[in-house]
């Protein structure tokens, strides 16, 4: 029933608890996300805020090694920005007072801008980490600048529309920014399935392990992050829980689809 019902999101809190707490004993730490997007009242957005407070508030109390992953859309973003200003402020600030590190997820290319607004103008309150998108031309330049400002970066490939969509040409703009990020010397952060580039990623990090956290969704490749994660790599898993998960778990099958389609399949 797990793998199935379960496999992409759990349903609850209690569930991502106990989930959790078997992923930090295997060593991997977490990136618990509240479900819920593209939210369209008030009510709504108040529920997710609140939501992710308390969860902050359980992550710290329970000594999870863990951090806070927010959609923009969740908490206001398509109808009302500075409602979703302040309730990214006010969970930052909770964040903050329990020392949990907070990831803004990216969401598709029209709100890249804004995302990115956002992350800089909170940058100083707490430390933040925001997920780039290797499909889009943008993105050197996007890190260059939040690099600059403190912000940590995840580079993944992206899981919308974006403006590349040949699967090699996006593997390629991936090893770019890799290396870019690499050569910073800075800690960051990667989210990818694809067995060819999590290979050459770990050939080309092997003597910077410190510096970098491969992450992985749950449900994909559960073999290779535990695996990892016993050869002293820094591994996490972003776990998603509550019952509004169609859209989240649409993109995942629409992944294997494509993955399928090219004759390809994620990381064991």
Known sequence: ???????????????????????????????????????????????????????????????????????????????????????????????????????????????????????????????????????LNRTLEDLKKVIGIGIKVRLVKGAYKGEIEDFRIIQEKFKELFEFLLDCNTPFFVGTHDPELIEWMIEKSSKKKEFIEYGFLKGLADNTKIELAKEGWLISEYIPFGKDKIAYEMRRKHYLQELEKLGRAPAP
């Open 1 to 135: 029933m797990e793998d199935t019902v379960n496999r992409w999101a759990l349903p609850d809190w209690p569930t991502t608890l106990k989930w959790c707490k078997k992923r930090n004993s295997q060593g991997i730490r977490c990136t618990i996300a509240v479900l819920g997007e593209h939210t369209k009242s008030e009510e709504e957005v108040r529920k997710t805020l609140e939501s992710n407070i308390t969860i902050a508030n359980a992550i710290s109390q329970e000594n999870l090694k863990a951090s806070l992953a927010v959609k923009p859309t969740a908490i206001g973003a398509i109808f009302d920005k500075t409602l979703n200003q302040d309730n990214l402020g006010k969970i930052l600030e909770e964040a903050k007072r329990q020392n949990i590190i907070v990831e803004i997820d990216m969401e598709g290319s029209p709100l890249v801008e804004f995302t990115l607004e956002i992350a800089e103008e909170f940058s100083s309150q707490a430390p933040l980490t925001i997920a780039l998108q290797a499909y």
